[in-house]
């Protein structure tokens, strides 16, 4: 069955979508226990449509992950006379840019996309000697409902693997919700 209704006159009307969305995000270690896993994930997007299905789409993303209290921590520490770093407590922020492929899929008022692509990731805090650019992946897939014309309100699941050196997270799983113009 194919687009019907509102939906599919929406779709004729504009090729141009665009939206935000934020939510939690919990990502990895990489190897340092001390470090907190679970932030806030703040996004933008806009794309255009190059079929009723297909369409391509640039984000603008932020992930932030505060520092631990550092009131209590033990790190175990070699034996003297080796020398002993102040464990790295976090924060750890990241700033990234993501072209992908959308493919989407509007019936009445129901909306759901995937979408994938690979992006650039700036690490704006982060361990210290970690590199601060990391390219990556990211694949998402968002379900909406539509609650004026044009307009959802959607909520979706995000991976992002960053391809970084040790100590710099790995990946990070954004849940998000959101709101978007189509």
């Known amino acids: ?10 779709q004729e009307r504009s090729p141009w979508f665009g939206g935000a969305e934020f939510g939690a995000v919990h990502q ?26 297909f369409a391509t ?28 770093p102040p464990p790295f407590l976090g924060p750890i922020r990241v700033l990234g840019i993501v072209a992908g492929l959308e493919a989407s899929w509007a019936d009445r008022h129901i909306l759901l996309t995937t979408s994938i692509g690979p992006g650039g990731y700036w690490l704006t805090s982060r361990p210290p000697g970690a590199r601060g650019f990391a390219m990556g992946l990211r694949w998402t897939a ?30 990070m799983l954004p849940l998000v919700v959101g709101i978007e113009m189509r």
């Open 1 to 10: 069955m194919g687009i019907t209704g509102p939906a599919a006159i929406a």
């Open 28 to 53: 990895d270690r990489h190897g340092n226990d001390q470090l907190l896993q679970n932030g806030l994930f703040l996004q933008a997007h806009a794309g255009r449509r190059l079929t009723r299905v």
């Open 57 to 84: 789409r640039l984000d603008v993303l932020r992930s932030s992950i505060n520092k631990r209290n550092d009131d209590f921590v033990f790190v175990p520490c070699a034996p003297l006379p080796a020398e002993c």
């Open 142 to 171: 968002r379900g909406g409902y539509e609650v004026a014309p044009r307009v959802f309100v959607t909520t979706g699941l995000q991976y992002h693997r960053l391809f970084t050196d040790d100590g710099s997270p790995r990946w």
